[in-house]
């Protein structure tokens, strides 16, 4: 936990397994920075932010 606000952006395949992507800033409890590219072809039911992992 040595950096709070480092967050993994990791892509859900539905079939238990989960792959990381694109890593991203925690600026608050509820908003990230993260590259754009990171979330071309994403969606918000196959894309999790892991934090302190």
Known sequence: ????WV?????NLG??????FC???LFS???????AHCLEGK???TTEVWLNQ
């Open 1 to 4: 936990n040595e950096y709070p």
């Open 7 to 11: 967050v993994a952006l990791v892509y």
């Open 15 to 20: 079939n238990g397994t989960k792959v990381h």
């Open 23 to 25: 890593g991203g800033t």
């Open 29 to 35: 409890s509820r908003y990230i920075l993260t590259a």
């Open 43 to 45: 969606t918000p039911e």
